[in-house]
């Protein structure tokens, strides 16, 4: 009768482990709302700047794709749109080279590994070994027949034991560090985006101060002129010796500020060198007058963003990772099954080890359940709902982020693209009156005090007017980073 309840019961729990086996305990995962409105503010605004903006809207930059909702086009080198060699042939040295990308991929392969750990969990665990040893019994052991012996022990067992996942604690584990590997995935392509935005805008800059810098190169030789001019006026007894001061002044003045473009661009060249993997020491960039025409970047739906943005896709993935947690932290409530089993062979003496004989072999169920913990299982569920909440609010968060962040830029090269037409028109007024208040110096009816303010305000309009040009570049950079850049 034993031996039929027994294989009553083992066969009973096989079933229950088999029926409860698709029992998942947890919150079904649906990705979190965010509040994204249909279109973007800056889509709406008009501001005609000049004739020509009545025109319709340029075709978006070659190697651009406009994004859309579930877009899966891979923008890729997104920065040859400004057509830059120099820029592309930097750009393209980031991703071998640039350590902090190394310490992501590694962390991604880590992450990925964690999913094959967890997995593992499935199936069941299988050992095998061997062992040989000699016990010898106390001789004051009564009514025992091997008292005061040597016994020799040969086994060679094998043992397996299986945990069925009946609440689907492991399935959710599983799903956990899935998400998890995924979101290690979007917070390296999030930082590979932010490395070449980065270097873009550096490489930029850096431009820009070339470009500053052959201003002033060009304005002292202009400087230089008007000092010799003057001086050869106050040698004719045309000029004063303040006149020839305040031309000198002008002179050494702007010739500190050239000087001065010096320090910030050695700071943006070092920083180019550590984003592309190289030395401070060992790099250069040579001084190159640049042309970039600003590229039409097309901004697209809002909604897009939430398959575009790297940032955005890592935090709604922890949000799924954390809502598998829940799971995690449920299925504790209820108890374990186990199955185990052991097979192999044992004998006391080696000769007889491989006979029939020496078999011996053991399975069995174990069902193990807590009845009290002081409510630790709460506790840890509690803690899985707060992590879940935080990272829902996380996520829309990232989602109003990157929102601002687009109409930021947007903003920002509207009103660039306003502020260069005056500036070019203050730019030729400033020219025209500098030219106007040398000739009349020349001709003695202005002090050369007229002339010195009119050389400041131009050399101040021309500066003005590349540095908007360089500030127009950032701001296209700065953009096509808010809208997701190259992530598939």
Not at 35 to 57: G, L, N
Not at 138 to 162: C, E, F, K, M
């Amino acid at each position: 009768m034993i031996p039929h309840l027994r294989r009553t019961f083992s066969i009973g729990v096989c079933a229950a482990a088999a029926l409860l086996s698709a029992c998942a305990i947890g919150p079904k995962y649906v990705r979190p709302d965010a509040d994204v409105p249909a279109a973007y503010k800056e889509d709406a605004v008009t501001a005609p700047i000049s004739p020509a903006a009545t025109t319709p809207q340029a075709p978006p930059a070659p190697g651009w794709i406009t994004a859309q909702p579930d877009d899966d086009t891979r923008r890729g080198s997104w920065w040859t749109v400004f057509g830059d060699e120099d820029l592309s042939a930097l750009e393209n040295r980031v991703d071998g080279s640039n350590q902090n990308l190394r310490v992501a991929l590694a962390q991604l392969r880590q992450a990925r590994a964690t999913v094959d750990i967890a997995r593992a969990s499935f199936f069941p665990t299988v050992a095998a070994g061997a062992a040989a040893d000699q016990s010898l019994t106390s001789a004051n052991i009564q009514y025992r027949g091997v008292a005061g012996h040597t016994l020799p022990d040969y086994a060679l067992p094998v043992s397996a034991s299986w945990e069925p996942d009946l609440w689907d604690k492991i399935g959710h584990s599983v799903d956990s560090a899935q998400t998890s590997a995924q979101a290690s995935l979007g917070d390296l392509e999030s930082l590979r985006l932010g490395l070449h935005a980065e270097l873009a805008t550096d490489y930029f800059n850096l431009r820009g101060l070339d470009a500053q810098k052959e201003l002033l190169d060009q304005t002292i030789v202009a400087y230089q002129q008007a000092l010799d001019l003057t001086n050869n006026r106050f040698r004719g007894g045309i000029a004063s010796q303040s006149d020839v001061a305040q031309a000198q002044t002008q002179l050494q003045m702007t010739q500190a500020q050239d000087i001065d473009l010096d320090v910030l661009r050695t700071q943006y060249e070092h920083a180019i060198a550590s984003l592309i993997g190289t030395p401070a020491s060992s790099f250069s960039l040579p001084a190159r007058r640049t042309q970039w025409s600003a590229p039409s970047v097309p901004a697209g739906l809002p909604s897009a963003l939430l398959q575009r943005r790297p940032d955005i896709a890592a935090a709604e993935r922890r949000v799924a990772a954390a809502n598998a947690q829940i799971g995690v932290a449920q299925a504790a409530f209820f108890p374990d099954l186990t199955l185990s089993g052991s097979v192999g062979l044992e004998t006391s003496k080696f000769a007889s080890l491989l006979s029939g004989p020496s078999l011996f072999w053991a399975i069995g169920p174990q069902l193990v359940g807590t009845l009290f913990d002081g409510g630790r299982r709460r506790a840890t569920v509690d803690q899985a709902r707060a992590q879940y909440e935080a990272g829902v609010a996380a996520y829309r968060q990232t989602v109003l982020s990157a929102l601002q962040e687009v109409e930021d830029n947007l903003a920002a090269v509207r009103i660039l693209q306003q502020e260069a037409v005056k500036q070019d028109d203050a730019t030729r007024s400033a020219e025209s009156s500098l030219q106007l208040a040398l000739n009349r110096y020349q001709t003695g009816t202005v002090g050369y005090l007229d002339v010195v303010y009119a050389q400041g305000i131009a050399l101040s309009n021309r500066r003005a007017q590349s540095d908007i040009a360089r500030r127009r570049a950032d701001s296209d950079v700065l953009l096509i980073k808010a809208l997701g850049g190259g992530w598939q």
